[in-house]
């Protein structure tokens, strides 16, 4: 178990709480849209960065990924055109999450509505390196769809 500390963005409404799990096997824990000025209205298409109203301490080592609710995908169209979205350990800013309604509706985000899961990962830098050549493999430069498992 990893801790991420936290602390809320001036203007925030803490009464959302931090992020949470919303079952016992859940891999994600639920970002909250923290949006007290009021709810933003994504017509078909549109994009947004939604506030979560937190600023996080990731310990060095992990990063934080954000990712798309399935429901809200599957229901509405509302994903996220980065995920996963990434959060570095060294980051301190406010926590946004930029949605996108693939939806034919306009859809409306409102002030509490849990708009992303978040799943702490390690994290593995590695070093690069010029070398005169790289090592065969059978598939090579084959690119997409190259391996011919459909």
């Known amino acids: 178990m990893v801790e991420i500390k936290c602390t809320w963005a001036q203007g925030a ?3 959302l709480g931090l992020p949470a799990y ?3 096997g859940a891999a994600g824990a639920d970002l909250r849209a923290n949006l007290p000025q009021g709810a933003v209205v994504l017509p078909p298409m549109g994009r947004a ?3 979560t109203g937190l600023h ?5 080592g992990f990063e934080v990924q954000i ?3 399935s429901g809200l995908a599957l229901k509405q169209g509302l994903t996220l055109p980065n995920a996963p979205g990434t959060i570095d350990s060294d980051y301190r800013g406010v926590v946004g999450v930029i949605v996108l309604n693939l939806g034919a509706d306009p859809f409306e985000i409102t002030h509490g509505m849990r708009i992303a899961q978040m799943v702490a990962a390690p994290v593995v830098q590695a ?3 010029t070398v005169a050549a790289l ?3 059978q598939r090579a430069g084959g690119g997409f769809g190259s ?3 459909e």
């Open 67 to 69: 990712r798309p609710r």
């Open 22 to 24: 919303e079952t016992t």
């Open 147 to 149: 391996t011919g498992v």
């Open 135 to 137: 090592g065969s493999t």
């Open 13 to 15: 409404d803490q009464t």
């Open 56 to 60: 996080m301490e990731i310990p060095q």
């Open 49 to 51: 960065l939604i506030s």
């Open 127 to 129: 070093t690069f390196a």
